[in-house]
């Protein structure tokens, strides 16, 4: 797994080493200092993915057969640095699908998001098959992702699989500069006793997903039968909510919760993304179905964040 001690790395890995034993998966970070902890959790190894040798060498020395591709600069990240952001969501991305054709790898599984779409899409149940017109190069690299991951599956049939997530939300971690970000610091904030000040306005309504339910759709997409799938890239919606109305759901543990709205530049990326998407296909073609909702996703956040500040 690239990308593996970020946001979405860090508990992916965790879940795979569950399912497939400790040893079958390696863990390629962009750091030399893991914690240790996650060292501790079975194989690491240093990965710039920048560096197609190094890539090369990691699959062959270990015999991979599946590639979860994570390594990613995120939207907010992105706008402040649009080359490194192209540098490495793009040029990663390909280095990683010349690697996995060159060495006849078995699949490349990766993440593409919300970002992809942008104006002249309608806000809400936005299907798989919609216009992509983002204004950010984050987004243009996430469209480039999902372009170039399935020319690589009609062109040498590259077994490329790619879910398109909502915003992501997960306790282990925090998130690694995306526009999102503001739902993760909420409930950090909560669980310190701090206030919070909130860099999108408190009507803003965006798509969702709690950290258990992204590992699922990421696995369940990857052992899905090939056979059985209709689209390279998924939608996956699980919830939508209003920045508010996640300050309201915090409230209900956390009675003492304050919060204030002070939207900088991220609120312009927020207003180019969707409310919600339609995500009948992966229901349909590979069984998707979320566990969490808000008031369930809250309660195991606000308990899991408590227990870590109070360490
Ligand atoms: N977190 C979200 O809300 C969200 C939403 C939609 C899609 N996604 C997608 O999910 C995937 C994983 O995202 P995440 O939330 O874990 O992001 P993250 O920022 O937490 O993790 C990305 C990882 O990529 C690594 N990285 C950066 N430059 C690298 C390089 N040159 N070589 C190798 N690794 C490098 C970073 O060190 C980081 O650990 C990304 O493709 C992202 O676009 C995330």
Redesign the pocket.
């Known amino acids: 797994m ?2 593996a ?5 860090t508990e992916l890995v965790q879940a795979l080493r569950e399912k497939y034993g400790r040893d079958s998966v390696i863990a390629a ?3 030399t200092k893991p914690t240790k902890e996650f060292r501790d959790s079975g194989p690491f190894v240093y ?4 560096d197609r040798e190094q890539i090369a060498r990691i699959v062959v020395e270990n015999q991979i057969d599946t590639v979860y591709h ?5 939207s907010a990240v992105g706008e402040m640095n649009p080359q490194l952001c192209y540098e ?1 969501n793009m040029g ?1 991305l390909y280095n990683v699908l010349e690697v996995v054709r060159q060495h006849k790898l078995e699949r490349i599984i ?5 970002a992809a779409f942008g104006a002249g899409v309608p806000r809400d149940n936005v299907p798989d098959d919609s216009v992509l017109l983002p204004s950010t190069m984050y987004g243009v690299t ?1 469209v480039c992702t999902e372009l170039l991951g399935q020319y690589y599956f009609r062109k040498y049939g590259v077994d490329f699989r790619c879910v398109r ?4 939300i997960g306790s282990e ?1 925090m ?4 526009t ?1 970000d503001y739902s993760v610091e909420m409930y950090y904030a909560a669980a310190q006793g701090k206030h919070y000040t909130c860099f999108v306005r408190e009507d803003t309504v965006l798509p969702m997903i709690y950290m258990p339910d992204t590992v699922k759709a990421l696995i369940d997409l990857a052992c899905a039968q090939n056979s059985r799938l209709t689209h390279r890239v998924y939608n996956v919606h699980s919830m939508s909510f209003s920045a508010g109305d996640l300050a309201q759901s915090i409230r209900k543990g956390v009675p003492d919760f304050s919060c204030e709205y002070k939207p900088d530049y991220r609120q312009a990326i927020a207003d180019s993304w969707p409310r919600s998407l339609d995500d009948s296909s992966a229901r349909q073609d590979w069984g998707w179905k979320p566990v969490f909702g808000l008031s369930e996703m809250t309660e195991d956040m606000i308990e899991k964040l408590q227990q870590k500040v109070a360490k």
């Open positions: 690239t990308g001690v970020g946001q979405i790395g970070g962009h750091t990965l710039n993915v920048a994570m390594a990613s600069i995120l490495v990663g990766t993440a593409s998001s919300i996430k997530l909502p915003g992501v971690t998130p690694g500069g995306g999102t």
